[in-house]
């Protein structure tokens, strides 16, 4: 085989391997176009080189099949510059391509324009004459025209778009050198040498490359086990063709059963040099194009069975920065972002130590809303595109500028961002392969699940040792927190603080349950600022917080708790300033604090002493801070419990003092003589009645007695005004509840009977007074005060009515059990007068004078 | 990176998008970029000294507080901050300051800062005009990199915009920039033709005024009048085959020389006032229909048109967009109703009202120019958004072709100065019926006293105004010598025309700008015998 054949052998394989790549992707109109032009010329260099050997069934067949190729090939080429820029065939062109098919089919017939070549035996080569004939010039010069119509196209798709003539430069180059080989080998110099088969080849290169750098393709589509199976038959059968002959003469010159079974020794070679050459091949193409992809595969199943072990949002963030950084080449840099508690997302973890922790970008940010909407990889010169930039504030624009970020890779779920991967590039203008965007991609999902499940794993273990409604630390998590430092270091300096708020009980009844809870979340948040990175705080009972402070001594924790004692005392006077300073309103706390080893040398006398020292700040006024101390006159000596409350025995301490200014009510109000204790009997009744324990009993019989002690600042002519009230009075009226509290503040040991005598006049519909609190909001003392305290105003004669009937008065509480009065209450005190269980008063007992009754009737007649 | 290049090497999809994809926004997520970028605003106005000055202790933080805590503005608000140039009193520092007119004479300069994101949101829809202007269709643009510049320089606002095609995308603006600063404007023009006719040119930016001008002055000079010969020897071998081969095409066509048979443009853009009585004039001369530019040195780059030319987008992030409805544009009411851009009428017409963002120095501040809503999306151009046309400026203010700013202040100090025998006197600004080009006219009335002495002739009048115009406003000769305008017109009315006029409808007629159907009456009466209507003066 000449150096020709040879040439026109390689270039044959080169556009088979090709085409046999390209036909098994899928298709569009440029790839399409691409099989086409491979397919002629296939069918240029194909035909050309079985003319040449003379192949069956005759050389003019091969000639004929190469003419096509050669006509078509301008052709399929102006059909690939129409799809590879959008455009289409003038009609000019397609004439001249019917011409052309004309031309060729006449051509194949009759062998008009130019006929096949005839072969000469020349200096033992054989060699193809071709012989113009007048129809020769006309069908060259018709070449010409579509050479040069090809070429035009080829160039104006070049120039006339400046947008993307770069990515035309591959198939201009190609194409000249084409044509220019085609002129060259009819200049004398080049007779011979293939010039135009080469530059076929060049040409087709051309093609692949433009068609990669538009990434229509990827070069993994050409590694299958069918590519390495026809390159390896392309080598051998070019090997075969070379070298089988010259080796099966030397085998014979061998002589002997070498010469014997020559043949057989090459079929064998044959077919082992095929297996090695295939072995080869794959080896070599796996290694040099495959090996960095199953190196990822690899490491991604590490990093799958890693992430999925791991329970710490750290941990996975590092694993998989550490994966990237490892696996894709074009990376500088590479963060990985987790959306915190407030709602910013922070790296977690980074190529560069300088960055953990940054903020890089808030929830708010456009961002986030735009890798939301995209979902898989964003490159940040796209989002730079987009109008949501425009609405990126300044600052914004300047942290995504610092980040220098190429691409971002949300972490999404459920539609939610949890956290990003940013990337950034060697190559900023370039950016990333298309595979390693798949990866990264990828790999992101993984570890987004991996987060997702490790961030609920978190969220389950702080809740697990938080408390719900502070955030603090819970008493159970504390203790262990405790024991765990004083086990760490027995001998070291450990401070605990016990916060207890003072009265908190009465404030959660004056204000409600919601008040309450706000108070106590405004205090956690005043301790949880306040008290250093270091301390621990948690909520350590209802009403109670403590503060663990590692390596700090009493004085720098009495300091503290002298601080937070005034930030407390200030927490509700802020919001009103007007506020005064004995309002119930006020939140006051009494703080001990004990610390090893000063004051305990184990847990459990720490926390004994803590407690001891609160509860003598408790004894001694309340709002103050103690410091234990384990010295008698320091009162540190351990103190026996505090006995339960004997409400009738403070009481009666009291009794002398009540009673003076029940006294000075009833000297005020003449038709009220004797009020307090007639509701005091009824609702002592009605709370039997109801089932409370004889302490309840007692706290409401002294509710009762008291309940209008304020009236003693009411002036007497507005509380023996007869007929209605005006507004301003009815105000004035109003306040009675409230300064009873502000009376029984003064003996500090009735404290508990206040929320009843606060809320008596407060409606079951919540619209009474003074709070317009409703329903079982009303503390149950007052409930049962209101419907004893109505009974007895209804029934007996007041300076603004005449004393009605017991069985009206019974209507009228029915009538309004479940608007003014609690219903159950209202109903069981109806049954048990009209059963006789509670006793009427009578009007001398209710303190009625019926001799001045009589009198004012005298007065009213004459 | 010059644009084209960058063109080279990204998806021309994406750069359009980039620049022209607001265009694509709904009402509801335009606004939602208005109100994210004014939360900005707001934070950072609330928080210098000049906001300070307007707000006292109130802090807004969206729309609804802005609107509570300042009133509508105007420069005099500002004045004393702004026009010492203090950059502490600002937001934001600025990195340069813009200059514009103010009021002829009294108040000769209004000065307003610009920082940078304000200048990077300027030049970013700078681009966005240059690709709507050689744009065909959505997304169907060419771009070029030579652009030929009739705007005034640096320190106006016209200037900033050849500063950044030229500095930040790498367009070659003729003439250039370094040559320009001690040029007059007829150097400067010549120059820029003849670079442009030697390397051809992409875009041509100018005033629609000064464009008619150019054309037909570069018409004279391809032409070939006397005494050019020399001058076009001069010029290099590019320059004069293009200026053959249009000599040729305009022979065929039995016709002068049109810049469009010199230049092939991708784009024409034109700013200022009055272009709408240029552009056909224009289109016939250079083969491409002007787009129009709207800016101003207040508010900054506004709005642009489509490639449509007929409909005005405003951009959204160069500021927050009010509308004052047009019943109370003459009035001075400061907390007057102002509706937004989702709330605008078709139709209706509305005095624009910005707040800057970016760190811009003006909240709620009057522009002063007035805009018709035509109609709300258009499918044509891809948009939602409503559609716009500029109609004038308010009527307080009469500018004539984007050169001058006459208020009733400049003409009470003409009448003045020239110590002319004007008793009474109304402005407005009319349109020659022939060119359609603006001027002044001004209706007087001479006191009755002053005919028996002194020579009050209409040319009178015109020569001696016109000294003082100049004196004033040096912008109102440039109308003149750049323009060739005439730009005063002078009618005398008979005395008492106008006490007759306020006896019979019982109001003064307005100053400047009197409504169409006042100045019709109060011409009217000149026909009419009204001797007996009451008293009027003896001449």
């Known amino acids: ?862 | 990176m010059k644009l084209t290049e960058r063109l080279c090497q990204e998806d021309p999809e994406k750069v359009w998008q980039e620049y022209c994809g607001f265009l694509e926004l709904d009402s509801e997520g335009y606004m939602k970029l208005q109100n994210r970028l004014l939360e900005e605003q707001l934070a950072l106005w609330s928080d210098c000294p000049l906001g300070r000055h307007f707000l006292g202790s109130k802090r807004p933080v969206d729309y609804a507080s802005l609107r509570q805590a300042v009133p509508l503005t105007t420069y005099e608000d500002y004045a004393d901050i702004l026009l010492q140039r203090r950059p502490e009193f600002l937001p934001l520092p600025p990195v340069t300051w813009i200059e514009t007119t103010w009021e002829g004479g009294k108040r000769p300069v209004k000065t307003a800062p610009y920082t940078q994101g304000m200048v990077d949101t300027f030049s970013r829809n700078g681009v966005a005009t240059m690709l709507l202007a050689s744009a065909q269709g959505w997304g169907d643009f060419s771009v070029g990199d030579k652009i030929l510049s009739g705007l005034a320089p640096m320190p106006f606002l016209t200037g900033l915009i050849g500063l950044i095609l030229d500095e930040e995308y790498g367009f070659e603006t003729m003439p250039p920039r370094s040559t320009i600063a001690t040029m007059s404007f007829s150097e400067r023009s010549k120059l820029g033709f003849k670079q442009a006719l030697n390397r051809g040119m992409d875009y041509f930016l100018s005033m629609g005024s000064i464009a008619y001008y150019l054309s037909l002055n570069l018409s004279a000079v391809a032409g070939g009048g006397s005494g050019k010969k020399k001058g076009k020897f001069s010029l290099p071998l590019p320059a004069l085959l293009r200026l053959a081969k249009a000599k040729m095409t305009a022979k065929r066509e039995g016709r002068e020389i049109l810049p469009k048979d010199l230049f092939q443009t991708k784009g024409f853009i034109c700013a200022g006032t009055d272009n709408a009585c240029y552009k056909d004039d224009l289109e016939k001369m250079w083969g491409v229909r002007p787009l129009e530019l709207f800016a101003g040195t207040e508010a900054g780059m506004v709005g642009c048109e489509t490639w449509n030319r007929k409909d005005l987008y405003f951009f959204p992030d160069t500021a927050f967009y009010e509308f004052l409805p047009e019943q109370y544009i003459r009035s001075c009411q400061k907390d007057a109703p102002t509706l937004l851009m989702n709330e605008v009428q078709p139709g209706s017409v509305y005095e624009l009202v910005v707040t800057s963002f970016k760190g811009g120095a003006f909240a709620r501040y009057r522009t002063g120019d007035v805009y018709r809503c035509t109609g709300i999306g258009n499918p044509d151009d891809h948009s939602r958004l409503p559609r716009f046309c500029f109609v004038d400026r308010v009527p307080d203010i009469i500018d004539i072709a984007g050169f001058t700013r006459i208020t009733q202040h400049s003409v009470e100090d003409v009448i003045q100065l020239s110590a002319l025998p004007i008793q009474e006197w109304s402005a407005a600004k009319e349109f020659d019926t022939a060119t359609g080009h603006p001027y002044l006219h001004l209706y007087v009335e001479i006191e009755p006293g002053s005919l028996v002495n002194r020579a009050v002739t209409v040319d009178v009048l015109r020569r001696h105004m016109e000294i003082y115009f100049n004196y004033l406003d040096n912008d109102y000769d440039n109308l003149k010598k750049i323009l060739g305008l005439e730009p005063l017109q002078i009618t005398i009315l008979r005395s008492g025309t106008f006490a007759t006029y306020q006896k019979r409808y019982g109001q003064p007629i307005v100053r400047i700008s009197p409504p169409r159907e006042q100045l019709a009456a109060l011409v009217r009466l000149q026909a009419e015998d009204w001797a007996g209507e009451g008293e009027y003066p003896a001449i």
């Open chain 1, 1 to 862: 085989m000449g150096s020709y054949s040879f040439v026109s052998s390689c270039a044959l394989m080169c556009y088979v391997l090709l085409f046999s790549i390209f036909a098994a992707a899928k298709k569009n109109r440029v790839l399409s176009a691409f099989l086409r032009i491979l397919f002629v010329l296939i069918l240029w260099t194909g035909g050309s080189l079985l003319m040449r050997l003379q192949a069956w069934p005759s050389p003019a067949f091969w000639y004929h099949v190469s003419l096509v190729g050669i006509w078509m090939s301008c052709f399929t080429l102006i059909r690939f510059l129409c799809a590879f820029s959008g455009t289409k065939m003038s009609r000019f062109e397609k004439l001249l391509e019917v011409l052309a098919i004309l031309l060729l089919v006449v051509n194949a017939f009759t062998s008009f324009f130019l006929a096949p070549p005839t072969p000469v035996e020349s200096g033992g080569q054989t060699v193809f004459l071709y012989t113009p004939s007048a129809g020769t010039l006309p069908m060259y010069a018709l070449m010409g025209v579509v050479a040069a119509v090809a070429l035009t196209r080829t160039a104006r798709c070049y120039s006339s778009n400046v947008v993307t003539h770069q990515q035309f430069v591959p198939l201009l180059v190609g194409c000249v050198v084409m044509f220019a080989s085609q002129v060259l080998i009819l200049l004398p110099p080049f007779e011979g040498i293939p010039l135009d088969i080469g530059a076929g080849v060049f040409y087709a290169c051309c093609l692949f490359y433009a068609l990669y750098r538009r990434r229509l393709f990827t070069l993994t589509l050409a590694f299958s086990r069918r590519t390495y199976c026809l390159v390896t038959a392309a080598i051998l059968a070019l090997l075969s063709t070379e070298l089988a002959r010259e080796y099966q003469v030397v085998l014979m010159g061998f002589g002997g059963w070498i010469a014997q079974y020559s043949a057989t020794i090459v079929a064998v070679s044959a077919v082992i040099l095929a297996w090695l050459l295939y072995l080869l091949v794959k080896t070599l193409s796996e290694k040099l194009f495959l090996g960095e992809e199953r190196d990822r595969s690899a490491r991604l199943k590490a990093f799958n069975t890693e992430v999925t072990r791991s329970l710490h949002v750290e941990s996975i963030c590092q694993q998989l920065c550490k994966l990237l950084r490892g696996t894709v080449s074009g990376i500088t840099g590479i963060s990985v972002a987790v959306e915190d508690t407030a709602g910013s997302y922070r790296i977690v973890a980074s190529s560069s130590v300088l960055s953990a922790g940054q903020e890089i970008f808030a929830s708010q940010n456009p961002l986030v809303t735009w890798c939301k909407m995209h979902q898989a990889g964003v490159r940040v010169s796209d989002f730079r595109h987009s109008v949501e930039y425009k609405s990126m504030w300044e600052k914004e624009k300047a942290q995504l500028e610092a980040l220098r970020a190429d691409y971002i890779f949300p972490m999404l779920d459920a539609g939610e961002l949890i956290g990003a991967v940013v990337v950034t590039c060697r190559d900023h203008s370039r950016g990333l392969h298309s595979e390693d965007v798949d990866f990264i991609s990828s790999v992101n999902t993984v570890a987004t699940i991996a987060i997702k499940n490790s961030r609920l794993y978190e969220k389950a273990c702080h809740d697990a040792r938080t408390d719900d409604l502070t955030g603090l630390l819970n008493r159970k998590y504390f203790l262990e927190e405790l024991n765990h430092l004083y086990e760490k270091d027995p001998a070291g300096l450990l401070t605990l603080v016990i916060i207890s708020l003072d009265d908190f009980k009465l404030y959660n009844q004056l204000y409600g349950n919601h008040e309450g809870d706000l108070a106590l979340k405004r205090v956690a948040n005043i301790l949880a600022l306040n008290s250093g990175e270091n301390s621990i705080v948690a909520r350590y009972s209802g009403k109670e917080f403590a503060i663990l402070l590692p390596r700090q001594e009493s004085s720098a924790a009495c300091r503290l708790a002298e601080n937070l004692r005034r930030q407390i005392y200030n927490l509700n006077r802020l919001e009103e300033p007007d506020m005064e300073a004995g309002s119930l309103k006020v939140i006051t706390c009494s703080i001990g604090i004990c610390s090893i080893p000063y004051g305990a040398s184990t847990v459990k006398q720490l926390l004994d002493n803590v407690d001891m020292t609160v509860y003598q700040v408790k004894r001694s006024g309340k709002n103050g801070v103690m410091v234990y101390s384990a010295g008698p006159s320091q009162s540190g000596e351990p103190l026996a419990a505090p006995s339960p409350v004997d409400h009738e025995n403070v009481y009666s301490g009291y009794a002398d003092t009540i009673y003076a200014l029940t006294a000075t009510i009833d000297a005020k109000d003449h038709y009220t003589f004797t009020h307090s204790g007639n509701v005091a009997y009824y609702a002592t009744q009605l709370a039997i009645a109801y089932g409370l324990n004889a302490e309840t009993v007692e706290i409401v019989r002294e509710a009762a007695l008291l309940h209008d002690i304020g009236k003693i600042s009411i002036p007497e002519k507005i509380l023996n005004k007869p007929g209605r009230l005006t507004s301003e009075e009815y105000d004035i009226i109003k306040k009675h509840p409230e300064n009873a509290v502000a009376i029984i503040r003064h003996l500090p040991s009735l404290d508990y009977v206040i929320p009843a005598v606060l809320s008596h006049h407060e409606r079951w519909d919540g619209k009474g007074y003074p709070r317009r609190i409703g329903g079982e909001d009303i503390p149950l003392n007052a409930r049962i005060l209101c419907v004893a305290d109505c009974f007895d105003a209804m029934t007996g004669k007041r300076c603004y009515q005449d004393s009605r009937t017991v069985e009206s008065a019974l209507q009228d509480l029915e009538l309004n059990a479940g608007k003014q009065f609690d219903p159950t209450l209202a109903r069981l005190f109806v049954s048990k007068i009209r059963d006789g269980t509670i006793q009427v008063r009578s009007a001398k007992q209710r303190g009625e004078n019926p001799a001045e009754e009589a009198g004012k009737k005298q007065n009213k007649e004459e």
